[in-house]
């Protein structure tokens, strides 16, 4: 049986040139084009610094019409705009499609609203299935998948089994999160440039953050399949922070405790959901530290709680389980594959 053709849509982004590399390096997979409006015509071997077919070249955007026959499958690390429109024509062409976009990761009205996009195709939105593979399953055959965005990934990842298990109250919660610059994309103005970033915090689009609906709608999706949250709203406060540095992601979570849910308790509860899987590990609070999962696609998760407060933490790479690496993940399963193939160079050890 023959590679898995793919094609990576924006693949010298900061999220696509390490889909792209990632895809090179995957044994049942094969890199079938990559685009790139301002590498058009650039070979990739060189650009991306690994040696794939020496005569690949990036296409320009404006070609991906010309190359969807040539894919199996295609990674979308484009602008969510432009995935809107490039998603349908791969899906309709049964293509595999997972989208690293926020496209396609809220109902139509939401969308609408935080992303100002108007879907043209309601069945494709609706039909597409979240991609965080560790709450909500493998994506089904044919499915869109919309991957999460790096933020809720984190967020969620240390959260959702504590609202699942009833543990704490679903409204009121506070996410305070700070990634790498890397997490913007490429960005040309002056304030992701050095001189900015460097030696500086900064907090931005405070109470007007796309990934503050993604984060309170998947959180409602889990607490309405069952436990003590049931059917109940969940509330979010989300604020994004850049850190000067390169890459990495924290997210610091806090919540009101329900009866039950002391230090011991709400630790074990996230031990006990990601037992067993590859990329999710349980640590000690204080234990959750970026520098123990940049390069890697590896999720840190702890929690602790008192009478008045469970803290939740959720560490990651934003490039790699927050946006490349979960693509690959996603992809893996569509095709029935372990979901860690092609990903275990990846790895080290969180310590």
């Not at 900061?14 to 044994?27: D, N």
């Not at 990739?44 to 070609?63: E, K, M």
């Not at 939105?125 to 965005?149: C, I, K, S």
């Not at 967020?155 to 409204?171: C, K, Q, S, W």
Request: hydrophobic residues 50%.
């Amino acid at each position: 049986m023959g590679k898995l053709k793919v094609g990576v849509v924006g693949a010298t982004g900061t999220s696509g040139a390490v889909a792209a590399r990632i895809v090179l390096g995957h044994p049942d997979l094969t890199l079938a084009f990559a685009t790139s409006d301002r590498a058009a015509g650039a070979g990739v071997a060189t650009t991306l610094g690994v040696t794939p077919d020496p005569g690949l070249r990036f296409s320009a955007h404006d070609a991906v019409a010309g190359l969807v026959a040539g894919c199996d499958a295609v990674l979308l690390a484009t602008s969510a705009d432009v995935s809107a429109k490039l998603a349908p024509v791969f899906a309709g062409a049964g293509k595999q499609v997972v989208d690293l976009s926020g496209a396609f990761r809220l109902d139509a009205a939401a969308t609408l609203k935080w992303y100002g996009i108007a879907h043209a195709s309601a069945a494709l939105l609706d039909g597409a299935h979240y991609g965080l593979p560790e709450l909500f399953g493998a994506p089904p055959a044919g499915a869109l998948v919309t991957n999460p965005g790096c933020y809720p990934t984190a967020a969620l990842l240390a959260l959702a089994p504590l609202v699942r298990e009833g543990l704490v109250e679903p409204r009121g919660i506070v996410v305070d999160a700070k990634s790498g610059v890397t997490g913007a994309g490429r960005q040309s103005g002056d304030a992701y440039s050095f001189l900015e970033v460097d030696g500086d915090v900064r907090a931005y689009k405070v109470l007007a953050h796309q990934h503050t609906p993604e984060i309170a709608r998947a959180l409602g999706r889990l607490a309405a399949g069952g436990g003590a949250g049931a059917g109940s709203a969940v509330g979010v406060t989300f604020t994004a922070h850049l850190l000067p540095i390169a890459r990495g992601l924290l997210a610091t979570c806090y919540a009101r405790p329900r009866p039950g849910a002391t230090a011991a308790r709400v630790a074990q509860c996230l031990a006990d959901a990601y037992a067993g899987g590859p990329f999710v590990r349980a640590a000690s609070v204080e234990d959750v530290m970026v520098k123990r999962v940049v390069g890697t696609n590896l999720a840190l998760v702890g929690a602790t709680a008192d009478d008045d407060v469970v803290v939740a933490t959720g560490a990651i790479d934003n490039l790699l389980k927050g946006a490349a690496g979960q693509a690959v993940q996603n992809l893996n399963l569509m095709n029935g594959w372990d979901q860690a193939r092609g990903l275990t160079s990846l790895q080290r050890t969180a310590a």
